[in-house]
T-cell receptor
Framework: QKEVEQNSGPLSVPEGAIASLNCTYSDRVSQSFFWYRQYSGKSPELIMSIYSNGDKEDGRFTAQLNKASQYVSLLIRDSQPSDSATYLCAFLSGGYNKLIFGAGTRLAVHP | GAGVSQTPSNKVTEKGKYVELRCDPISGHTALYWYRQSLGQGPEFLIYFQGTGAADDSGLPNDRFFAVRPEGSVSTLKIQRTERGDSAVYLC????????????FGPGTRLTVL
């Protein structure tokens, strides 16, 4: 079993819709979870961090964490073509010094 | 302010050669990380520095890889006797220190071993 599981996609949504990205993880100890956005040919860009159960909202992005289910999700409201990218889920492991990443979900927002 | 910088942006070398990749972290960030990303995969941890010392090098794949950070700022990842399987994007990240730290990535170095 991979430490972080993400659907590879592509997830295709129309412009203006809500995109829902999901991630499950195997580490029961980790307290810190992150979503990174990666455009093709670019490096990962941090867009959300979440540390406690529940929802965290930042602009059009909402991260949701459920530690009991070992599940974290990212919702993107009013999706734009510029949101088209690969979204990487990660958690902090190893005594808070290394990120463990999923392989990413490719999101395509079409006009 | 300036983000993490990495040089070179691209490096093409021949099998068996030695390469050095450089990372300059965000000013004030004492923690520095190296990751490697292959096509279609998420970044994979290589090594973590806290100050000048390598606090965790568990991700280095073998003894051909090593990294230094002599003055606690700039770091160099060194790969000896490169192999074609070393071809990847090498990413550097930096952060403050703590339990909820956020890591910020540089633009990466794309290494191609012919």
């Amino acid at each position: 079993q991979k430490e972080v599981e993400q659907n590879s996609g592509p997830l295709s949504v129309p412009e203006g819709a809500i995109a829902s990205l999901n991630c499950t993880y195997s580490d029961r100890v980790s307290q810190s979870f992150f979503w990174y956005r990666q455009y093709s040919g670019k490096s990962p860009e941090l867009i959300m961090s979440i540390y406690s159960n529940g929802d965290k909202e930042d602009g059009r992005f909402t991260a949701q964490l459920n530690k009991a289910s070992q599940y974290v999700s990212l919702l993107i409201r009013d999706s734009q073509p510029s949101d088209s990218a690969t979204y990487l889920c990660a958690f902090l492991s190893g005594g808070y010094n290394k990120l463990i990443f999923g392989a990413g979900t490719r999101l395509a927002v079409h006009p | 302010g300036a983000g993490v910088s990495q040089t070179p942006s691209n490096k093409v070398t021949e099998k068996g050669k030695y390469v050095e990749l450089r990372c300059d972290p965000i000013s004030g960030h004492t923690a520095l990380y190296w990751y490697r990303q292959s096509l279609g995969q998420g970044p994979e941890f290589l090594i973590y520095f806290q100050g000048t010392g390598a606090a965790d090098d568990s991700g280095l794949p073998n003894d051909r890889f090593f990294a230094v950070r002599p003055e606690g700022s700039v770091s160099t990842l060194k790969i000896q006797r490169t192999e074609r399987g070393d071809s990847a994007v090498y990413l550097c990240a930096s952060s403050l220190v703590g339990e909820t730290v956020e890591q910020f990535f540089g633009p990466g170095t794309r290494l191609t071993v012919l």
